[in-house]
């Protein structure tokens, strides 16, 4: 586990200041959403919302636009959620 945190922060060095002000923004249900769409590279707001019962309803519909607007994902033409 020790290397997977040390190379971890080696990528996290080389990213801009403004990324890593992104990365640090971000809450554990961001993170599980991305990582959702890192596996399977789309997927339905209401089923990311069902993902996960850290946070009310209302908050995970917050986080995803969160999301949206700092361009980390976007809303396809399906209106499916992919990594922007």
């Known amino acids: ?3 997977k945190i040390n190379k971890f922060f080696e990528e996290v060095a080389k990213l801009s ?3 890593q002000k992104i ?3 971000l809450s554990f249900f ?3 959403v ?3 769409l890192r596996k399977n590279k789309k997927a339905s707001v209401p089923s990311l ?3 996960d019962k850290s946070a009310s309803r209302a908050q995970k519909y917050r986080y995803i ?3 949206q607007k700092s361009k980390l ?3 396809d033409r399906d209106g499916l959620l992919v990594l922007g």
């Open 30 to 32: 961001q993170l599980k």
């Open 65 to 67: 636009l969160a999301l």
């Open 49 to 51: 919302i069902q993902m």
């Open 73 to 75: 994902c976007k809303l």
């Open 1 to 3: 586990m020790k290397k």
């Open 23 to 25: 990365l640090g923004q």
């Open 17 to 19: 200041e403004n990324e």
């Open 34 to 36: 991305i990582s959702y």
